[in-house]
């Protein structure tokens, strides 16, 4: 069998979602191989090793999220609060819509395996890259280096507050979406800037 084989490789990537969808983070390599009908050395031959499989769940479904994201900070004409509001509500959909997945990946294959966590803090970190880009390029923010860290900033808020909230479901999902969208929007605000700056002056 080759390692190379798109569809091969993607109806074991269907056969590894549906495992960690079913039995959750914990998953293991062994489940996936029979889910698939192959054994766990076949399964890895396709994707080189555990860290490849890693890498390969990542890659669908990091970016696919990144894809769901981008159209909210992007909508041109949607004002500041409501693109912000667009986006964070999509990636509380995603996460909440998928935290099997989104355990697995974040804290399971990130916790075990240096080379995916290296990778997923490059995929997460482009995204920060690309939302301080489109803060400059419409002078929401005029400083393209504060530009860029809030955009890491606000990427890095938002994904450790949908973690949290993941484990907090007693906390009721407007609360946590308002709570980002009110920073988000205070951190852009011209006047909270020129305060700031004012601040350190002193």
Known sequence: MSGRDPDRRRSLLDAADRVILR???EASMAAIAREAGITKPILYRHFGDKSGLYQALADRHVRTVIGRLRPGFTEPGAGLRGRA????????DLISANRNL???LFHRASGEDTRIRSHMSSLVRSLGEELGA???AEQA????????VLGHAFVGMVQS??????????VDRAEVEQGLVD???AAVSPRNGRASRAAGRC
């Open 141 to 148: 923010v005029a400083d393209p280096v504060r530009a860029q």
């Open 183 to 185: 920073a988000i929007v």
């Open 134 to 136: 489109v803060l400059a």
């Open 102 to 104: 989104y355990r697995f």
């Open 161 to 170: 507050t949908g973690d949290w909230w993941l484990d907090h479901p007693e």
């Open 85 to 92: 509001r667009a986006t964070v509500a999509a990636y509380l």
């Open 23 to 25: 039995e959750g983070p």
